[in-house]
């Protein structure tokens, strides 16, 4: 075979791999994201259509940022607590079965300069911060607690351990009332930690602002807890939100000095157990049952759905139909009670 012929031959050969690479390759186009993950954020900005929170349906400077979950007391004497009306989702539940509850108060938003009294991490609300995308903030925890936080179920910032000076002590105030945190400092620790910023939860869906009539008629729901942590709301439509109340007395905000005001309630009602006496109790948070959504002054009757044990699947809320049912745009406190105990709603 000639020189020349074998030059050819592979001229024909590389046209021929170049014809091949363009067709695999030419339509595809390649993000670079550098270490800050600018790309990724690009991609969420378009994904939310503005700058709306995804929780609340409301717009705000940090609508993007990572969802942080702050386990809180509800004891009456770290009553009033700090920063509690500037969460945009509330959990409440039993610690112990028939008795007292406490808060997981999820923030996105706003920004309190003091968040508390923050108390220890219970195993049931582990997957329910996890179906939210958050940062789990907390102050030690139950051993079944501890256990799925240390082999890093999920992100989370111990005040145990505390982190980048995340959590103080106050003096005056007895323990275990006394700790207390900041968005501020909490997202410091969570940055210098290494966790993810960016959220990625999927979010709620919601209410035209310019669709909503609210109903022309007060009304007050009772959520039947036991004691000094039995909470109802009353509805006001004339700002189609609902106060919040425990024991008799508003539920006040020590930085505000203003009552909690939401303008969604979810009843999600589950089956618990006590597993450890007196101490630990246990809440089916994961599975379906019943559920009851009072928004804009109406109670639509459903079911509430989180699938597989331990994952970062969403708490759904369905309709009669199994369709999603839309919140009105702010706030939500989710209570989840016994199949047992009191649920009310009067109207005037």
């Known amino acids: 075979m000639s020189k020349n012929l074998k030059i050819y031959i592979i001229l024909i050969a590389l046209l021929i791999l170049g014809i091949i690479l363009f067709w695999q390759f030419g339509n595809r186009s390649i993000e670079v994201k550098g270490p800050d993950n600018k790309g990724q954020e690009e991609s969420l900005k378009l994904a939310n259509e503005g700058d709306v929170n995804l929780i609340t349906g409301l717009e705000c400077d940090n609508y993007n940022r990572r969802p942080i979950a702050v386990m809180l007391a509800e004891d009456p004497t770290t009553r009033p607590l700090s920063g509690i009306s500037m969460a945009d989702l509330v959990i409440e539940m039993p610690v112990i079965t028939g008795s007292i509850t406490r808060l997981m108060a999820v923030y996105v938003c706003e920004d309190p300069a003091e968040i508390g009294s923050v108390r220890s991490a219970r195993h049931d609300y582990i997957p329910l911060a996890m179906g939210l995308d958050a940062i789990f903030a907390h102050w030690g925890g139950s051993h079944y607690a501890l256990d799925k ?15 980048y000076n995340a959590y103080w002590q106050k ?41 909503l009539k609210s109903q022309s008629s007060k009304g007050t729901l009772t959520v039947g807890y036991s004691g000094n942590y039995r909470v109802y709301y009353e509805y006001n439509p004339e700002t189609n939100s ?12 020590k930085l505000s000095n203003k009552q909690v005001e939401v303008q969604n309630i979810v009843i ?61 745009p702010g706030k939500i406190w989710i209570e989840i009670v016994e199949p047992y105990q009191e649920i009310k709603w009067e109207t005037e």
């Open 149 to 163: 936080l240390n082999a890093r179920i999920m992100d989370n910032v111990d005040a145990m351990k505390n982190p």
């Open 171 to 211: 003096s005056g105030i007895p323990m275990p009332h006394n700790g207390f945190t900041s968005m501020a400092r909490l997202v410091n620790a969570a940055e210098k930690l290494g966790y993810r910023l960016v959220n990625k939860f999927e979010g709620y869906p919601h209410l035209k602002i310019s669709n």
């Open 268 to 328: 999600m009602r589950a089956e618990s157990r006590m597993i450890e006496p007196p101490d630990y109790n246990d809440v089916d948070v994961e599975g379906t049952g019943e559920a009851i959504v009072y928004r804009n002054g109406e109670e639509i009757k459903g079911t509430w759905k989180k699938e597989g044990s331990y994952s970062k699947s969403k708490l759904y809320f369905l309709d009669s139909k199994g369709d999603e049912i839309k919140f009105v």
């Open 242 to 253: 609902y106060l919040r109340w425990r024991a008799g007395i508003p539920e006040i905000d």
